[in-house]
T-cell receptor, first 110, second 112 residues
Framework: GQQLNQSPQSMFIQEGEDVSMNCTSS?????WLWYKQDPGEGPVLLIA?????ELTSNGRLTAQFGITRKDSFLNISASIPSDVGIYFC??????????FGEGTQLTVNP | NAGVTQTPKFQVLKTGQSMTLQCAQD?????MSWYRQDPGMGLRLIHY???????DQGEVPNGYNVSRSTTEDFPLRLLSAAPSQTSVYFC???????????FGEGSRLTVL
């Protein structure tokens, strides 16, 4: 089946630093999604990407859909304490089920 | 707008007991699904449905049953709970032609 490799598994950073995480797939996707999960909550969609090469921003977050359609990255600029949580990438082809990465646990030290 | 609502939020069962996790969505989404989340393993798909009367298995369906009698509701049944089913369960829904899943807040199940 499809597999997503998400890295890094965990990150420990200082407030104000920039963060970068990425996902690679063994298969081509036509949609990439990035989710954030706060402790004790369900994942919440941050950014959705639909075209190869697409670069999309949401505040301090920027995500890109790789041109090979097999990878995506998420950057967070000027991190703040409330950025703490687990970040998941997910990919899908048309109408099919999502495949999730294993998540990146982000810790931000004030 | 309530979105995706799951009940109960917490449940403790003994091995062999049965229970149903409830999920309801008010967004008229065709697609609904159940995931389990375990440490270090991300989100794994249990069962999903693309519309009322249609269900299918995901990656880890064994030990779970589902039904979809209405667009709004998608209950998950554990017929004979096992300790390996201790996990956090998430229900999620989306419009059929997009990948943008909306998640419930989760149900934490412990099987002793």
């Amino acid at each position: 089946g499809q597999q997503l490799n998400q890295s890094p598994q965990s990150m420990f950073i200082q407030e104000g630093e920039d963060v970068s995480m990425n996902c690679t797939s063994s298969s081509i996707f036509n949609t990439w999604l990035w989710y954030k999960q706060d402790p004790g909550e369900g994942p919440v969609l941050l950014i959705a990407l639909y075209k190869a090469g697409e670069l999309t921003s949401n505040g301090r977050l920027t995500a890109q859909f790789g041109i090979t359609r097999k990878d995506s990255f998420l950057n967070i600029s000027a991190s703040i304490p409330s950025d703490v949580g687990i970040y998941f990438c997910a990919g899908t082809t048309s109408g099919s089920r999502l495949t999730f990465g294993e998540g990146t646990q982000l810790t931000v030290n004030p | 707008n309530a979105g995706v609502t799951q009940t109960p939020k917490f449940q403790v069962l003994k091995t062999g007991q049965s229970m149903t996790l409830q999920c309801a969505q008010d967004m008229n989404h065709e697609y609904m699904s159940w995931y389990r989340q375990d440490p270090g393993m991300g989100l794994r798909l249990i069962h999903y449905s693309v519309g009322a009367g249609i269900t299918d298995q995901g990656e880890v369906p064994n030990g779970y049953n589902v039904s979809r009698s209405t667009t709004e509701d998608f209950p998950l049944r554990l017929l004979s709970a096992a300790p390996s089913q201790t996990s956090v369960y998430f229900c999620a829904s989306r419009p059929f032609r997009t990948g943008e899943l909306f998640f419930g807040e989760g149900s934490r199940l412990t099987v002793l």
